[in-house]
Nanobody
Framework: QVQLVESGGGLVHPGGSQRLSCAAS?????????????LGWYRQAPGNQRELVAAISLDGSTNYTDHVKGRFTISRDNAKTMVYLQMNNLKPEDTAVYYCNTVPATDRYWGQGTQVTVSS
């Protein structure tokens, strides 16, 4: 089984930074997922649908939704089965629960997410 565990969320002031981490199971399943799948960070704000905000392919190329382009950076470490999201210049509208998953998402991989709250 593959488990994805997100961490690093919290309360941050507008304009601040936060780094999210996602750890996948370090078993054959997690290692396999990291070796063959594109990965992404998703977020869901209250009352909204979950949306993909950042994606990274196997070769390291990245894509971002326009809302976060220039402020967020996604990276991955396949050897450690980790994926990261560096978030800078955070805005109140970035407040959401953030999740990692494959791209496209795999339903059984959804974890608990990590709450990011941007507020003064």
């Amino acid at each position: 089984q593959v488990q994805l565990v997100e961490s690093g969320g919290g309360l941050v002031h507008p304009g601040g930074s936060q780094r999210l981490s996602c750890a996948a199971s370090r078993n054959i399943f997690g290692i396999t997922v990291f070796s063959i799948k594109d990965l992404g960070w998703y977020r869901q704000a209250p009352g909204n649908q979950r949306e993909l905000v950042a994606a990274i392919s196997l070769d390291g190329s990245t894509n971002y939704t326009d809302h976060v382009k220039g402020r967020f950076t996604i990276s991955r470490d396949n050897a450690k089965t980790m994926v990261y999201l560096q978030m800078n210049n955070l805005k109140p509208e970035d407040t959401a629960v953030y999740y990692c998953n494959t791209v496209p998402a795999t339903d059984r991989y959804w974890g608990q997410g990590t709450q990011v709250t941007v507020s003064s």
